[in-house]
């Protein structure tokens, strides 16, 4: 047990507020939060009580993964945009007579999957719109029609709401149509369409959206079969602290019963565009503020350690400077290459839609720590400490802008790369 004079924040940060300072305390310690307590540390609004959690949180992740930041390569693929559920926050979706609606066929799918594996691919995410005239049947034959041409491909697909979705289509219970897509190939699955997982809000985000209780069921029963999932949070909206940690101990009790999530990723509101923030711009706000994002991933390490141990931050969301900066915040994990992405640049977001593997490498070690290629379920592929991966040109122009810019401003660890170099 470490005392107040000798936890892992007491150093470098003074006058905590004695609440804060107790419930660091006793997650030192080893012990549990609850959900009100993490209501305390989202609330926090001093500097003092702010750099406490981040530096607990840090702490936190050190005992589990040391200095070690994972990123998967991977290619995210939206097979189609074309979505007639109405979601009010998302930007993504088109009616089919739209400009801009799109459908892939299984062909041009393996296409972009035989690229991603290409340029070192070892997973591909592959996600889309609830398609009016998509068959059930479509899901499990994507999978078998990947495995056949790529068995070494990981295939992480199809949310939650894909799962109600297909399973309703093809009239049967989400354990066989989950029992099915396994059996055809599908390896893992984002747990996306969480949004927040609270009933008056989630009406408020859209009238047909996949309940939370239906959310949960699913969520449940891929665990159930042997299909681990990611978990996620879109906050920054309509939401608040109290939602936030009601959302994250939710997440912590199916895992105590299922262990079946790799990791918690949180997603912040792009309100761009999006029928939620045009048609309401009195009550919803342009998503979190800088100091809510920081507390977002501290406190989820926290309130998450020992069940949930990754806590991935999206670059795609907040840019590659501000996910460096989430480091040092709990998150251990910046996600994949993606190599394209949609949903967010629809919504707005303006980060582009790939960071290399190369690239990514040098953001881990401009933060200090030692970057590692990971598979979809965090078993360690490569360790970069003596050695950068392959350079690759981006799979789509960036019309000049470059991701890495922010790097010059980090002279001691540009020294440090080219030697690695």
Not at 19 to 27: A, T
Not at 212 to 234: D, L, Q, Y
Not at 341 to 353: K, M, V, Y
Not at 403 to 415: E, I, T
Request: proline share 4%; hydrophobic share 35%.
């Amino acid at each position: 047990m470490m005392s107040g004079s000798e936890n892992s924040f007491a150093k470098g940060v003074t006058k905590v507020s004695s609440p804060v300072r107790d419930i660091l305390d006793r997650v030192l310690e080893g012990r549990e939060i609850s959900k009100a307590e993490g209501v305390v540390l989202f609330r926090a609004a001093s500097q003092s009580d702010k750099q406490a959690i981040f530096e607990t949180a840090d702490s936190l992740k050190q005992r589990v993964h040391g200095d070690r930041v994972t990123f998967t390569v991977n290619r995210n693929i939206n097979f189609t945009n074309i979505c007639y559920m109405g979601c009010k926050f998302c930007n993504f979706a088109k009616r089919s007579d739209e400009d801009g609606a799109e459908w892939q066929s299984v062909e041009q799918v393996l296409q972009r999957c035989h690229e991603a594996w290409d340029r070192g691919a070892t997973e591909v995410c592959i996600q889309g719109g609830l398609h009016p005239k998509l068959p059930g049947s479509y899901y499990a034959d994507l999978c078998r029609a990947i495995k056949a041409e790529l068995p070494d491909m990981h295939l992480h697909a199809f949310s939650p709401f894909e799962i109600w979705y297909g399973a309703s289509k093809s009239k049967k219970p989400y354990r066989e149509f989950l029992e099915e897509l396994k059996d055809a190939g599908l390896g893992t699955m984002p747990g996306t369409a969480a949004e927040i997982l609270d009933t008056d809000i989630r009406k408020q985000l859209t009238k047909d959206k996949l309940s939370t209780e239906k959310w949960v069921e699913i969520v449940r029963t891929a665990h159930e079969v042997g299909i681990k999932t990611t978990s996620t949070i879109m906050y920054g909206h309509i939401d608040g602290p109290e939602h936030w940690a009601a959302h994250i101990d939710l997440l912590r009790s199916i895992q105590k019963d299922t262990g079946g999530f790799t990791e918690f990723v949180p997603l912040s509101f792009q309100h761009v565009g999006t029928a939620l923030y045009m048609e309401n711009p009195d009550k919803v706000r342009l998503g979190p503020s800088t100091d809510e994002i920081d507390l977002m991933h501290a406190v989820a390490r926290i309130m998450l350690h020992g069940f949930i141990d990754n806590i991935q931050v999206s670059w795609t969301k907040l840019g590659a400077e501000h996910a460096m900066a989430m480091l040092s915040r709990g998150a251990n994990d910046l996600g994949g290459t993606l190599m394209e992405e949609s949903i967010s640049r629809s919504a707005g977001a303006d980060h582009g839609q790939e960071i290399t593997a190369h690239e990514l490498v040098q953001i881990v070690r401009a933060s200090g720590r030692t970057p590692a290629r990971r598979s979809s379920d965090y078993r360690i592929l490569e360790v970069f400490d003596d050695h950068d991966p392959v350079r690759l040109d981006p799979l789509i122009d960036r019309n000049g802008s470059d991701p890495l810019d922010f790097l010059a401003r980090f002279p001691d660890q540009s020294g440090k790369l080219e030697a690695a170099e």
